[in-house]
């Protein structure tokens, strides 16, 4: 009689039970192939039952019912997002995990302007996956539970690790994926580029500052980049200063780091079409200069960059599913540090387009920079549509913690079309209003045309975008502020993502929108 091994995932971690086996067998399996299947709940209280995926069943049909029988001799159902581990069922797989996917019958729902279904499968084969390479399990077969991009996602999301200044000894691998009994290797490898380009994103964002310069960030685009035929110019502050980005210069002049403003293009449209231009905000380390930050907070600054850090995976995603669409990116990168060089509160900055700016918090430097690279985009490459990232204003987190990213646009189309994109990704966006309310709060000085923070009290956020909007005096606009999710994930919400690192948020609802903008649906015949 074979020998089965079982695991169960609780709220307290992975409880191993064991029968004449001993623990150093279960973690030498780093060249071993792992299985994750779904599972569904049917019922509701006391009488609720499972159900295996159509997959599931084919597997457990070849394996004459045993993986049911272990089933339910477990327990009646698995809940959504937990895992049941299972070892020595047959010859080819060591474990198979077998993840909840909650109830079978959902959709979208209207009220969460969610993808269920979709979200339901990251949650599970995300869990499945991470369950499997915390066993050291090296080749892990994913089901593609009918939505094999949403399944690829979450098992490369989840299995993602920072550990690039750990000693090679204790770094742990990164499993292998691949689909499992499933016909849409189409969706599945577009899943899989579109995680890689968000653990792209994470990895930027999570290494420490001293290492992660705005010259190691230049380089790092250029690696990134380059290969996938992405162009890739790299400005230093000569350039800077001849094209008069007085306000980038002035808040980059408190650090001895050069800045540095880095131009990506790629060209997958036609020559003459005009170009779709992203801005990234590149801070690479943000300690408030003079308006100095709290200590306990600023080591999670490293990340301010995380605007910049979307932007590269995006257009790295746009490349590899070489989009028919032009797309241009410009991303300015220096650090805000306090020193004898430091803008001060009070000080009049002169933008790009001679607009004056008067600092009176020099912790809001973000949207400085930004409005000589917003000038600059509009005038060196004539968009048909600019869209900025950017940790902006912290009031976006107290705002909407980590649930979504905070939108502001001019145009309700492109709205429609975010709102859509986070709703198929699962990483949601929620829009705010660009009123001229709140232009007038950041307009009201006599001594200059703009301020950076505004008249208070509350609606930071939104004061931050009428600052910017002040720098888009034409065409379509969007404004992404990500300091809701862009940066440490603090919270379970997305079980696939990992706690107290960076997430690399929304790179994958950029990239669905640039999908949707370059390739519509046909529109349907009457």
């Known amino acids: 009689m074979a020998l089965t091994w079982f695991l169960t995932r609780q709220t307290t971690g992975l409880v191993l039970s064991q029968t004449r ?25 006391d009488s609720q039952e499972f159900k295996l995926t159509s997959t599931g069943s084919k597997f457990n049909q070849q394996l004459g019912g045993k993986l049911e029988d272990l089933l339910r001799l477990h327990g009646s159902y698995i809940p959504k997002g937990e895992v ?12 198979i995990a077998v993840a909840g996917l909650g109830k079978e019958d959902v959709g979208f729902n209207t009220l969460e302007n969610l993808d269920e279904c979709r979200e339901n499968v990251r949650v599970a084969a995300g869990a499945g996956a991470r369950a499997l390479s915390s066993l050291g399990i090296s080749m892990i077969s994913v089901e593609g539970f009918g939505q094999a991009e949403a399944a690829a996602e979450g098992a490369a999301l989840a299995t993602w690790r920072f550990q690039d200044f750990k000693a090679k000894e204790d770094q742990k691998g990164v499993p292998h994926l691949e689909l499992f009994m499933d016909a849409d290797s189409a969706g599945w490898q577009r899943g899989l580029l579109k995680a890689d380009a968000q653990n792209l994103a994470r990895n930027l964002c999570d290494t420490p500052s001293n290492i992660m310069t ?14 996938c035929g992405v162009g890739v110019e790299v400005r230093d502050k000569d350039w800077i200063e001849s ?9 980059a002049k408190g650090s001895s780091e050069p ?10 449209g036609q020559q003459d079409e005009r170009p779709i231009v992203l801005v990234g905000k590149g801070i690479t380390y943000d300690s408030g200069g003079l308006c100095l930050k709290k200590c306990k907070q600023m080591s999670e600054f490293k990340g301010d960059m ?42 009049i900055l002169f933008a790009h387009n001679g607009t004056s700016i008067q600092v009176e918090d020099t912790s809001n430097e973000g949207r400085i920079i930004l ?70 709060k950041v307009t009201y000085i006599t001594n200059a045309d703009v301020t950076n923070t505004g008249m208070g009290p509350g609606g930071s956020p939104c004061r931050a975008a009428a600052f ?31 706690m107290r690192r960076m997430t690399g948020r929304p790179s994958r609802t950029l990239i669905q929108f640039l999908y949707q903008i370059a390739c519509p649906p046909e529109p349907k015949v009457k």
Not at 24 to 44: D, M, P, Q
Not at 84 to 95: D, I, L, M
Not at 259 to 268: I, K, R
């Open 371 to 440: 409005a000589d690279a917003l000038e600059y985009a509009r005038e060196a490459h004539k968009p048909r549509l600019m869209i900025d990232v950017a940790t902006l204003s912290m009031g976006m987190r107290s705002a909407l913690g980590g649930a979504a990213s905070g939108v502001y646009t001019n145009n309700h189309d492109l709205w429609r079309e975010i709102n859509k994109a986070g709703s198929i990704t699962g990483d949601r966006v929620w829009r705010f209003p660009l009123w001229h309310h709140f232009t007038k």
């Open 21 to 45: 086996r001993s623990y150093s067998a279960l973690f030498s399996s780093s060249k071993r192939k792992g299985l994750v299947l779904g599972i569904y709940t049917e019922g509701s209280g």
């Open 214 to 227: 705005p010259s190691a960030f230049a380089r790092a685009a250029v690696e990134a980049l380059c290969p």
């Open 468 to 498: 910017l909007k002040e720098f888009v005096p034409c065409g379509d606009w969007m404004h992404l502020d990500i300091s809701s999710c862009g940066m440490e994930c603090h919270s379970a919400d997305y079980p696939y993502l990992t």
């Open 259 to 268: 800045p540095v403003f880095l131009e990506l293009g790629y060209c997958g």
């Open 306 to 347: 995380a605007g910049a850090a979307v932007i590269v995976a995006t257009m790295k995603a746009v490349a590899s599913l070489t989009l028919p669409i032009n797309v241009q990116a410009l991303i300015p990168l220096c650090e805000n540090m306090p020193s004898g060089m430091s803008m001060k509160p009070g000080d």
């Open 84 to 95: 049941q581990v299972f070892q020595n069922v047959e010859s080819e797989f060591y474990s």
């Open 243 to 251: 094209k008069k980005l007085n306000a980038f210069l002035a808040v």
